[in-house]
């Protein structure tokens, strides 16, 4: 209690009494307002128009193509040559080891597909802490209460209980289940496979029986994970739609709407935000001063260029 | 025993250079009466010592008469000696109570049926027919001394060159284990220029073979006889006192590892690989090991394993490289396998340190416990990967996977519905405005 009230004490000395006036609101409102016009074309920017007049959303920047290339590569590689492994007691699954050049071989291949994973991983995690701490943003993953309630729609929505399905942003439940459950995996992958790596190693730290466990808990993640891939991430992305975002880095505005509504509307809110504000601009008013224009009137307006 | 063609076979190949003809004919009949006097004055002159001059023998052919008889008036004597090129001396007495115990005395086998070089009785030494009197100076020869050895001139160099000359013989009826043999580690060292390779007799004996299982020790002993040091070990490992202490009919010989016949040497590129197949062909026999308490999921276990796995995949290769991981006997010990409770052993717990060390040149004292010692994960033994297993077994494997198809399931059943839905209002729509269209001119389509 009396330290609370010295930090007061101390507060209201250090700093002098404010007074709001007129200039300094208009200050503040002008930042207020680069702020949004600067998040605006952030969203915006992802806007692209062809040279046909169809829009394009940009939905994946070229790293995050790469990422997904690499681990996409690096993870079949691995639960081919895993899988392989664990199941080589069967004649043919031996024939066919022996066939591609021997068990040592297929040891490599899973190394340096292992390296390249961990690798990506490593990227992606720099990445991911650049953007909390150094942008000071939470990515789209990050999980919210919306989901939860997202999934129970969809589960009525499915039993004919809801007349529409959810409305997804950014990312919807199903790929946010598919990315923690990856997270998951990589990290009881990498960690148990550096055990099975390098038991000489661990043993100097661990008991000897973090190696048969973790044996044990690379084999039955690896078959959870590539079933994982096969039914949950191949039925969303290549059965129920076709999606090819993530290769091409876009989105048609029709997958869009379909898909991720409540991102769209921002992007386009953003769009629209844009440019209203140029008009002002042009129009030597203060921006947003004039009343706004009808939202159809902009919305209708396909005369955006490519702003990349 | 040979076969009747072969013999007459081999009869013909000698006909051409001798044809029996009316005289030849006589001369047997009279060899035949001969045998006979010799054997009833064998007891008569001795006793009256009187000899009266025997007709000597002409050389006759052996396929003729009853061989053995022949052959046993001489080789049963313990005087008669034959000369070597090289000066040695070499006893040529058969002991013929040993040879008719025999296997082949058994199966009543001549002489000549090992012995087909020797084609006429008395028969050629040095190169050269000899005669009776050579030997038996009192039938008109050199005079004999008391005790003085019957020395015939033999037409090989020395006693291996001879063993090795009347070994073939083996072959006209062995065919298939002469076969198995050709690629055998023996055979090998033979080829490179040692004679002194065991070859057939060396190890069954000439004149007094046995069968070589009974007892089966026999079998190890016999390949003692060379292989002393390893033997020796051999013999007091589980393996070999089982065998020779016990009753234990089932525990290895030499020849149930390393094969009889076609023996390898453990040198061979593939005895590495295929030695977890010679171990678990016993050790993974559920029927066999029960006998002894053994457990058999000492096999899987090592399948199931990175050192397992991997010598077995190189196994099924069948390329000549050998694995690196470790085989059955790279822990257990080859000849000196003692059971895992004896302090000596190579895997009695206070030496397994030092075990993987073999390999693993920097394991510390909890590197052994990285491998559960052929156990299966018990939920009393390793609580931890018991419920691991489980876990993922029964609970996220099912779970997760039955979760994500439950709800796929419904997501398609909507998907379905949805798009039958549309189809179907489409449908309706079209039909309606059809019907618009055509106004009644479409009365035939439906009943009414």
């Known amino acids: 209690m009396i330290k609370t009230s010295i930090k007061k004490i101390n507060r209201s000395r250090l700093t002098p009494v404010h007074q709001e006036d007129e200039a300094d609101l208009q200050r503040i409102k002008q930042e207020l307002l680069n702020k949004r016009i600067r998040e605006a074309r952030k969203l915006a920017l992802r806007i692209i128009t062809m040279l046909n007049g169809r829009r394009l959303i940009r939905r994946f920047d070229l790293s995050q193509s790469y990422q997904h290339l690499t681990l996409l590569t690096s993870f079949t590689l691995l639960a081919f040559t895993g899988l392989l492994q664990t199941y080589s007691a069967h004649a043919p699954v031996a024939a066919v080891i022996n066939f591609l050049g021997g068990v040592d071989d297929l040891r490599t291949v899973h190394r340096l597909a292992a390296i390249a994973l961990i690798a990506v991983t490593i990227y992606h995690a720099w990445q991911i802490l650049e953007t909390w701490f150094v942008r000071r943003e939470r990515g789209g993953m990050w999980p919210r209460v919306k989901d939860f309630h997202d999934f129970v729609h969809m589960i009525l929505y499915n039993l004919d209980r809801r007349p529409h399905p959810p409305a997804f942003d950014r990312f919807s439940f199903d790929e946010k289940i598919e990315y923690w459950a990856l997270i998951w995996g990589q990290i009881v992958m990498i960690a148990t496979g550096v055990i099975m790596w390098f038991p000489l190693f661990v043993t100097k730290i661990l008991p000897g029986d973090a190696i048969p466990i973790a044996r044990t808990l690379h084999r039955w993640e690896a078959i959870l994970a590539v079933l994982s891939i096969l039914i949950w991430h191949m039925y969303h992305t290549q059965i129920k739609t076709r999606n090819t975002s993530i290769f091409t880095g876009f989105m048609s505005e029709e997958e869009m709407i379909h898909e991720h509504p409540l991102e769209y509307r921002r992007i386009i809110a953003a769009h629209e935000f844009l440019q209203r504000v140029q008009a002002d601009k042009v129009a030597g008013v203060t921006p947003l001063a004039s009343p706004s224009g009808g939202d159809a009137e902009t919305a209708s307006t396909p005369s955006l260029t490519v702003s990349q | ?448």
């Open chain 2, 1 to 448: 025993m040979i076969a009747k063609g072969e013999r007459s076979s081999q009869d013909d190949a000698r006909g051409r250079a001798w044809r029996p003809g009316p005289r030849q004919a006589l001369a047997v009949l009279s060899c035949i009466l001969i045998a006979l006097l010799m054997l009833m004055a064998a007891s008569t002159v001795q006793a009256e010592a009187d000899p009266t001059p025997l007709p000597i023998p002409t050389p006759t052919p052996l396929g003729e008469v009853s061989a053995d008889a022949n052959c046993r008036m001489c080789h049963t004597d313990h005087n008669f000696r034959g000369r070597f090129r090289n000066g040695d001396i070499i006893d040529l007495y058969v002991d013929s109570g040993r040879f008719d115990n025999s296997v082949h005395g058994e199966a009543g086998l001549e002489c000549i049926a090992c012995h087909p070089q020797t084609t006429s009785y008395p028969h050629e030494a040095g190169g050269k027919q000899i005669d009776c009197v050579v030997c038996h100076p009192e039938e008109g020869g050199k005079p004999e001394k008391p005790g003085e050895a019957l020395i015939t001139n033999l037409p090989y160099e020395d006693a291996r060159d001879m063993t090795l000359a009347i070994n073939d013989a083996c072959r006209s009826c062995h065919k298939e284990e002469f076969k198995a043999a050709t690629d055998s580690a023996h055979v090998k060292v033979m080829k490179a220029g040692n004679i002194y390779a065991p070859v057939c007799v060396d190890c069954h004996g000439s004149h007094d073979t046995t069968p070589p299982d009974q007892p089966r020790a026999k079998i190890s002993r016999s390949c003692g006889e060379c292989h002393r040091s390893v033997y020796t070990t051999y013999r007091f490992s589980v393996h070999g006192s089982a065998l020779e202490e016990g009753s234990d009919s089932d525990a290895p010989t030499c020849v149930d590892c390393h094969g009889a016949h076609q023996v390898r040497g453990p040198r061979n590129p593939s005895f590495r690989d295929d030695s977890i197949a010679i171990c678990g062909g016993c050790h993974a026999d559920k029927k066999l090991m029960s006998k002894y308490g053994i457990s058999t999921d000492v096999f899987q276990t090592y399948l199931s394993d990175f050192h397992g796995r991997s010598v077995n995949l190189y196994r099924l290769s069948g390329s000549q490289r050998q694995a690196s991981e470790a085989t059955c006997f790279d822990c257990h010990g080859i000849h000196n396998i003692l059971p895992p409770d004896d302090p000596r052993s190579s895997i009695y717990p206070s030496n397994l340190q030092s075990t993987c060390q073999q390999c693993h040149e920097d394991a510390n004292i909890r590197f052994p416990a990285a491998w559960l010692s052929h156990y299966i994960p018990t939920r009393e033994e390793t609580p931890l990967l018991y419920f691991i297993n489980a876990i993922y077994q029964f609970l996220l494997i099912p779970g997760v996977v039955g979760g994500f198809l439950v709800y796929i399931g419904l997501d398609t059943r909507k998907r379905w519905s949805d798009k039958r839905r549309k189809k179907r209002r489409a449908v309706a729509i079209a039909e309606e405005e059809l019907k618009e269209e055509l106004g009644d001119d479409q009365d035939f389509y439906q009943e009414d």
